[in-house]
């Protein structure tokens, strides 16, 4: 069965660094084109995709954000960090990683966490 | 990145059909067959119901049927259901690894 599920704080002051991680079970992310991507959504508004992380490491970023997001594979194989700095009251919103199944030309996003409400204010 | 548009809000009667807009550009839609539409109830995760434009993912019911045409992707949901008011969001694949979303789509069953 597969899963994921986002952990991180819920409360981040302004100007301050969030780190968020996404921990997956019922598949490796050593799978040949696995990959996990992070996608938000501030509260009654649309989705937005942030970043993703290939099984070989490949990475990439949304460019409104690109300066401010770093996705990485935590120490555990099971484990997908997302960092984000400099945090501001837009960042308010609830973050999703989401799993894009292995294999070539795998564009869609097929599992998704229950997501993680972080709202930013002093 | 400007984000795909939608209609804010499309609404049918039950046992209807109704169809969702989602319109790009050549570097999303209209250059991949990569797009995916996303069901979201409220307070709850997305959940996959097209996946490469017209391909259904196991599970979901065969009311939900996708299409493109140019820089356009549609999702269209026959035989409206009570279940199926929910929110519709496109997604598309882009270049260099990236994705981009639709605005969303409240769907109402009057």
């Known amino acids: 069965q597969v899963t994921l599920k986002e952990s991180g704080p819920v409360l981040v002051k302004p100007t301050e660094t969030l780190t968020l991680t996404c921990t997956v079970s019922?598949?490796?992310?050593?799978?040949?084109?696995?990959?996990v991507s992070w996608i938000r959504q501030p509260p009654g508004k649309a989705l937005e995709w942030l970043a993703h992380?290939?099984?070989?490491?490949?990475?990439s970023y949304t460019s409104s954000l690109r300066s401010r997001l770093t996705v990485s594979k935590g120490t555990s194989k099971s484990r997908v960090v997302l960092t984000m700095t400099n945090l501001g009251p837009v960042d308010t919103a609830t973050y999703f990683c989401?799993?894009?199944?292995?294999?070539?030309?795998?564009?869609?996003?097929?599992?998704w966490g229950q997501g993680i409400l972080v709202t930013v204010s002093s | 990145q400007s984000a795909l548009t939608q209609p804010a809000s499309v609404s049918g009667s039950p046992g209807q059909s109704i169809t969702i807009s989602c319109t790009g550009a050549?570097?999303?839609?209209?250059?991949?067959?990569?797009v995916s539409w996303y069901q979201q109830h409220p307070g709850k995760a997305p959940k996959l119901v097209i996946y490469?434009?017209?391909e259904r993912p196991s599970g979901v019911s065969d009311r939900f049927s996708g299409s493109k045409s140019d820089y356009t992707a549609s999702l269209t949901i026959s035989a409206l259901q009570t279940e199926d008011e929910a929110d519709y969001y496109c997604c598309s694949y882009r270049s260099n690894i990236t994705w981009v979303f639709g605005g969303g789509t409240k769907v109402t069953v009057l």
């Open positions: 019922g598949f490796s992310l050593s799978n040949a084109r696995m990959g």
């Open positions: 989401a799993r894009i199944p292995s294999g070539t030309f795998r564009n869609y996003f097929d599992y």
């Open positions: 992380i290939f099984s070989n490491d490949d990475k």
């Open positions: 050549y570097s999303d839609i209209g250059g991949s067959n990569f």
């Open positions: 490469d434009v017209t």
